[in-house]
């Protein structure tokens, strides 16, 4: 349908707790998934959240179909459309609650990135566009990505969440020809 600005960090509307929706499978709920899947896909983004866009509204898009060249290794998940999600991190089988340390990037953060402490395996739960519940436990790229996605709906950016500053950097320097052409 469009794309539309992404909001950068600064932006005081990245800052707000989002509203849960409270309509599924109405047209406005439908053009703006499409316009955030337009958005995500023109910026080579592994995901995107409403607020991103400016619309105060629990709704997260990630994943792809094909490979995403900003993350071109990554295990491929599934895309999905995310709606008033609630996340529970999942202990392993000793009981502890893991984390796990990768780089991550932010369309709303672009040239930068670093390394954040993520939940090693969760559980999220929520709705899709048309009402139908969502209910995955999942591990890996695929958790961090949905906590990324869904720290957005909380006000919070990944800088916020890292505890490592010796490893947050320009993208350019910390990998060298990885997005020559591409910002995040
Ligand atoms: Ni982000």
Same mark, same amino acid.
């Given at each position: 349908?469009?794309?539309?600005? !992404?909001?950068?960090?600064?932006?005081?509307?990245?800052?707000?707790?989002?509203? =849960?929706?409270?309509?599924?499978?109405?047209?406005?709920?439908?053009?703006? !998934?499409?316009?955030l899947?337009?958005?995500?896909?023109?910026?080579?983004?592994?995901?995107?959240?409403? $607020?991103?866009?400016?619309?105060?509204?629990?709704?997260?898009i990630?994943?792809?179909?094909?490979?995403? =060249?900003r993350? $071109?290794?990554? $295990?491929?998940?599934?895309?999905?459309?995310? !709606?008033?999600?609630? !996340?529970?991190?999942?202990?392993?089988?000793?009981?502890?609650?893991?984390?796990?340390?990768?780089?991550?990037?932010?369309?709303?953060?672009p040239?930068?990135?670093?390394?954040?402490?993520r939940?090693?395996?969760?559980?999220?739960?929520?709705?899709?566009?048309?009402?139908? =519940?969502i209910?995955?436990?999942?591990?890996?790229?695929?958790?961090?990505?949905?906590?990324?996605?869904?720290?957005?709906?909380?006000g919070?950016?990944?800088?916020?969440?890292?505890?490592?500053?010796?490893?947050?950097?320009?993208?350019?320097?910390?990998?060298?020809?990885?997005?020559?052409?591409?910002?995040?």
């Open positions: 349908m469009a794309i539309r600005e !992404i909001l950068k960090m600064g932006d005081a509307r990245l800052l707000r707790v989002a509203k =849960p929706v409270t309509v599924f499978d109405s047209d406005d709920l439908h053009r703006l !998934i499409l316009d899947l337009d958005t995500m896909a023109a910026a080579n983004g592994a995901g995107l959240a409403a $607020p991103q866009i400016g619309v105060d509204l629990q709704l997260v990630f994943g792809t179909d094909a490979p995403n =060249p993350y $071109p290794d990554a $295990p491929l998940v599934p895309r999905t459309v995310l !709606i008033n999600p609630v !996340i529970t991190p999942l202990p392993d089988a000793s009981g502890a609650l893991l984390e796990d340390e990768d780089w991550e990037g932010c369309l709303s953060v040239g930068l990135r670093a390394v954040v402490p939940f090693a395996r969760i559980r999220y739960a929520g709705f899709d566009q048309y009402g139908d =519940p209910d995955r436990k999942v591990e890996g790229f695929h958790a961090r990505v949905v906590q990324h996605e869904c720290d957005h709906l909380i919070k950016l990944y800088p916020m969440r890292v505890r490592d500053f010796s490893r947050f950097g320009f993208t350019e320097v910390l990998f060298p020809g990885l997005d020559a052409v591409q910002d995040d």
